[in-house]
Antibody
């Protein structure tokens, strides 16, 4: 059974750095073609993809957030860690991690974690 | 790059069919066959319904189908059921600079 779960702070202050962890089970990030990504959704708004890491450690970032993001995998712990610098109230959203096993899609999702940016 | 364009709403009666469009450009939908569709019920995580334009993951009813023509992809839900009422999002690969562009979402109402 494949599961993913996001963890991290629910409240961060403007200008702080957000660190989120995705802990997963039921698959190996070492498998060829498998990736874990991060997607966020502001309240009442659309989904927005912004980071992806493959098992071979190739990483992709959304052009609009590229200079604020770092994604890293820890295969031994079955975790993917995301950091987003210089948080702003507009970054308030539910943050999801998701598994990409099929090409171009996210086939399993975590439950999401709401992060609020406020002073 | 701009998000993919979807109609904000769609509706149909139980048993009817409804089609939701997703318009992109020659840089995304028009070039790549990596179009996917997601269903999201309120307060829940998205669920993959279609990948690679027209493939269904295991467990997704065959009432859901996908297609693509030029720069526009479509999701058709046949035999509408009450539980199909949800938000639907399309997504496409868009080259090396965007590996998961999403549309603005369509709220499907079952009348």
């Amino acid at each position: 059974q494949i599961t993913l779960k996001e963890s991290g702070p629910t409240l961060v202050k403007p200008t702080q750095t957000l660190t989120l962890t995705c802990t997963f089970s039921g698959f190996s990030l070492s498998t060829s073609g498998v990736a874990v990504g991060w997607i966020r959704q502001p309240p009442g708004k659309a989904l927005e993809w912004f980071a992806l890491v493959y098992g071979n450690d190739v990483k992709y970032y959304s052009p609009s957030l590229n200079n604020r993001l770092t994604i890293a995998k820890d295969t031994s712990k079955n975790q993917v860690v995301l950091t987003m610098a210089n948080m702003d109230p507009v970054d308030t959203a539910t943050y999801y991690c998701a598994l990409r096993m099929v090409p171009g899609a996210f086939d399993y999702w975590g439950q999401g974690t709401l992060v609020t940016v406020s002073s | 790059q701009s998000a993919l364009t979807q109609p904000p709403s769609a509706s149909g009666s139980p048993g009817q069919s409804v089609t939701i469009s997703c318009t992109g450009t020659s840089s995304d939908i028009g070039t790549y066959n990596y179009v996917s569709w997601y269903q999201q019920h309120p307060g829940k995580a998205p669920k993959l319904m279609i990948f690679e334009v027209n493939k269904r993951p295991s467990g997704v009813p065959d009432r859901f189908s996908g297609s693509k023509s030029g720069n526009t992809a479509s999701l058709t839900v046949s035999g509408l059921q009450a539980e199909d009422e949800a938000d639907y999002y399309c997504s496409s690969h868009a080259g090396n600079y965007n590996w998961g562009m999403f549309g603005g979402g369509t709220k499907l109402t079952v009348l």
